[in-house]
């Protein structure tokens, strides 16, 4: 493989990275205090088998079904599990039991199954409220005045460990999402006054990672831009 060719995933990861490091000079901020999800719907486990080897540990999966069987093949690689996709209530032990954070959590219910069947040998799951920031019907979510109540909910439930928030802007945005990103920022650091564990702000994707680094992502979730174009929708 001739990785000076920038269509192979080494090239492409070292020009994201170059860039993940250039907003953060821009915003004066550490490039360590940002973390690369590999978000991976849709890829085979050997495109995360070979992602791993270039030192990319964070994966993120959307459907369970998908993700679970690539989670057998890979069961060798110290890997973090992310669940970022929408999650119906019965489907909640699965993840409760095989990842190790969840970022679209935006329900009571859906909270308490999670703590209810996360296995009492595992450490407590990673959560991150989904935020419906730009109130769209078509997108999951919370709204953002329903956060500290359901916020208070799970930090009494000891199986859950309450990292911060996620968010998925609107895809047409003039501004690329920067008034969306800093208003999930600033409710961060509201919720801080009385949650100061909270450390996650889940926000950025290929289109618009830079803008949400510069508003203070500290988890950027990229798909097309790290793997290339997904192949059509299942
Ligand atoms: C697919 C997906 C991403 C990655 O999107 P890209 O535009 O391909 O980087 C990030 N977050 C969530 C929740 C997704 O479903």
Redesign the pocket.
């Known amino acids: 493989m001739d990785a000076t060719r920038s269509d192979t995933l080494p090239a492409r990861l070292d020009a994201l990275q170059r860039r993940i490091r250039h907003s953060c000079e821009a915003a004066g901020r550490d490039p360590a205090a940002v973390t690369l999800l590999a ?1 991976s ?1 849709t890829r085979q486990a050997a495109e995360i088998r070979a992602l791993a080897a270039l030192g990319v540990t964070d994966i993120g999966e ?1 459907y369970l079904q998908e993700a679970l069987s690539k989670q057998d093949a890979l069961a060798d690689l110290p890997l973090t599990w992310h669940f ?2 929408p999650i119906q209530s019965n489907k909640t032990r699965d993840i409760a039991t095989r990842f190790d954070w969840v970022h679209s959590v935006d329900r009571d219910k859906v909270a308490r199954r999670l703590n209810d069947q996360r296995p009492g040998h595992l450490p407590p799951l990673n959560v991150c409220l989904q935020i419906n920031i730009d109130d769209e019907d078509s997108k999951s979510g919370m709204a953002l005045e329903a956060v500290p109540a359901l916020a208070a909910q799970i930090q009494a439930l000891p199986n859950l460990r309450l990292r911060g928030l996620m968010t ?1 802007p609107r895809a047409d945005a003039a501004d690329g999402n920067r008034a969306a990103f800093r208003v999930l920022a600033m409710t961060l650091s509201q919720l801080r006054h009385t949650i100061a564990s909270l450390d996650t702000l889940s926000m950025g ?3 618009d990672f830079e803008v949400a680094i510069a508003e203070g992502a500290t988890l950027i ?5 790290l793997f290339g174009p997904r192949p059509a929708k299942h």
């Not at 979730?221 to 831009?225: K, S, Y």
């Open positions: 978000v719907k959307n970022i996709g998925i994707m290929s289109d979730r990229l798909g097309t831009a």
